[in-house]
């Protein structure tokens, strides 16, 4: 299996087989995705990159490998504290609810054998590792912060493929006195957000969101694993100060296989997003569509490109759907013989080479399309639809 790197702007191959050493050990894919601040409903952009991951997981799993699927989810940020004092409430009974309503709207999307990590819980671990990345010089105080002094790790901004001079003129986290304007902020005791957490030497504050990610990946990962995933709005800044961090605590030159970004998800020419007014909530959507329908539809744009949202297309998904629902409603499942099974394995053998092909699932629900033209009703078809995660 081959899939985009964002890293090295190249194709990173996987092997994928059931035994992929001498001793038939399986292979164990570790996956961490970015998920969602839990201040607001989640959007169909949301929902893009669940069901891209949810794909892959699932054709990992039936070919043969083990696969570990962490999502964070971001329950310490000042969108949080913002919802909470607009409510006149705690800031934990929004993450608390908006945590609760993403578990529902990922069920009703039929998406299944993710581990979730609230980065609350890894507080201890994110004040551990500030202070370490203090201790090894890589990381200094100012203000009463503490920052990562990006001139340590000479890989900082291969990731967005930016120059030092591109990454100075960001002028994020700014600060006066700051060593380099492109230095992240690890460890903020400045802002009030509504959360305050105790250290003897770092002061009282919290985490920034890219150390509070980390610390899921070393606690959960020791820091090594295979895929890293999300929209491709968080490759920089967020994703390329997660691997600055790493790469500032790790030995290893890339502790992340692969780097992989799934296009925005466009509503009247923006990026769908809740601060823009342009989302369309996963639930609403879902009452109008079944999960197939918006399944089908999410994957028809190949996951690398901007896809805008058409409710016209939706309606080609939904008359497909409905084909597919009465030819598995219709079937007696028996072993395909002959010439209908020799068709039906090339059918799974091409659907396969596109999946593995850096997941072209725009030439792979072509194959499928045609199995329904066909009401090809065989085994073949149904473990396409089970890897697509089509329910009937």
Not at 115 to 139: G, I, N, P, T
Not at 226 to 231: E, I, P, S
Request: proline share 3%; net charge positive; hydrophobic share 40%.
């Amino acid at each position: 299996m081959k899939i985009f790197d964002t890293l090295s702007k190249r194709h990173h191959y996987f092997a994928t087989g059931r035994k992929v050493d001498r001793l038939g050990k399986k292979r164990n894919f570790k996956i961490f995705v970015c998920g969602p601040t839990v201040y607001d409903y989640c959007h169909l952009g949301h929902a893009r990159v669940f069901l891209f991951y949810d794909l892959v997981s699932r054709f990992l799993r039936l070919q043969g490998a083990e696969v570990t699927f962490v999502m964070n989810i971001t329950d310490i940020d000042p969108k949080i504290s913002a919802r909470a004092r607009r409510y006149g409430c705690a800031t934990e009974k929004i993450s608390a609810r908006f945590t609760h309503e993403l578990y529902s709207d990922l069920s009703q999307l039929g998406i299944t054998g993710i581990s979730f990590a609230r980065v609350s819980d890894y507080v201890l671990v994110a004040r551990h590792l500030a202070l370490k990345l203090l201790e090894k010089d890589m990381a200094y105080s100012l203000n009463g912060n503490v920052y990562l002094d990006t001139s340590r790790t000479p890989l900082f901004g291969q990731l967005s493929a930016m120059s030092k001079h591109q990454l100075e003129d960001m002028r994020l986290d700014l600060a006066p006195n700051k060593r380099s304007p492109s230095d992240l902020l690890l460890w903020n005791t400045t802002d009030d957000i509504g959360y305050r957490y105790y250290d003897k030497t770092l002061g009282s504050g919290f985490p920034s969101a890219h150390l509070q990610d980390l610390s899921v990946l070393i606690a959960l990962f020791k820091g090594k694993y295979q895929l890293h995933g999300g929209a491709a709005d968080l490759i920089y800044p967020h994703h390329e100060r997660i691997l600055g961090q790493l790469n500032a605590l790790s030995s290893v030159k890339h502790p992340v296989e692969c780097w992989t970004h799934v296009g925005l998800f466009l509503n009247r020419g923006e990026k769908m997003s809740n601060s823009l007014d342009n989302a369309i909530q996963i639930r609403k959507i879902l009452q109008r569509y079944n999960s197939n329908i918006v399944r089908l539809y999410m994957l028809s744009e190949h996951y690398r490109k901007p896809m805008l949202f058409s409710g016209s297309r939706l309606l080609t998904f939904e008359k497909l759907d409905k084909k597919i629902s009465k030819i598995v409603s219709a079937a007696t499942i028996v072993e395909p013989i002959s010439s209908e099974g020799n068709k039906s394995s090339e059918f799974m053998k091409n659907f396969v080479s596109y999946i593995e092909n850096d997941f072209d699932t725009v030439n792979a629900l072509r194959v499928l399309s045609h199995m329904a033209e066909i009401a090809n009703a065989s085994a073949s078809f149904l473990e396409i639809l089970q890897i697509l995660g089509l329910h009937y």
